[in-house]
């Protein structure tokens, strides 16, 4: 019983999960700090209310809606969303595009047996291991029929 919670805890994909909660929290506190200590301060310069709305509310029928709380988390939320988008998805993505290229799409076409997809260029289907013909194009001019095309 105990070894088969070892094999569990001490699998790679949950260590990773693990280490990456630990970071993805702490690099939660970086965000909302950098957000809570510049970014909600310049929003509340220059709406004029010192970056914090909770002071803000309306009553109706004897009932205080205190809609400011509502507003300094819609705002460190959409500030926090625009700090992690600019300064770590973009820049990961630009760096992703440029240091690790996409492959190239194969061409592929069904198999004429049992409709697979498989890569144009290939001469057997990989599932049920039929010879196929190349496509057409493949074929040039005037060459001899190779006869491990034909069926």
Do not use: W
């Not at 094999?7 to 990773?16: A, C, L």
């Not at 700090?83 to 061409?107: D, I, N």
Request: aromatic share 12%; hydrophobic share 50%; glycine share 8%.
């Amino acid at each position: 019983m105990l070894k088969g919670f070892r094999d569990f805890i001490m699998r790679g994909n949950v260590v990773d999960m693990a280490v990456g909660v630990v970071i993805g929290a702490a690099f939660t506190g970086v965000v909302t700090g950098f957000v809570s200590a510049f970014l909600t301060p310049l929003v509340g310069v220059v709406v004029g209310a010192a970056g914090d709305f909770a002071a803000y509310k309306f009553t109706v029928a004897s009932v205080t809606f205190p809609y400011g709380q509502f507003l300094n988390v819609l705002i460190a939320f959409l500030m926090t969303a625009a700090v992690l988008y600019f300064f770590v998805v973009l820049p990961v993505s630009k760096a992703t595009e440029r240091y690790l290229p996409k492959k190239p799409k194969v061409a592929k076409r069904p198999c004429p047996e049992c409709l697979t997809e498989i890569p144009e260029a290939a001469t057997r289907c990989s599932a049920c291991t039929a010879v196929v013909r190349p496509p057409a194009a493949a074929h040039t001019v005037g060459a001899q029929a190779d006869p491990r095309f034909v069926r």
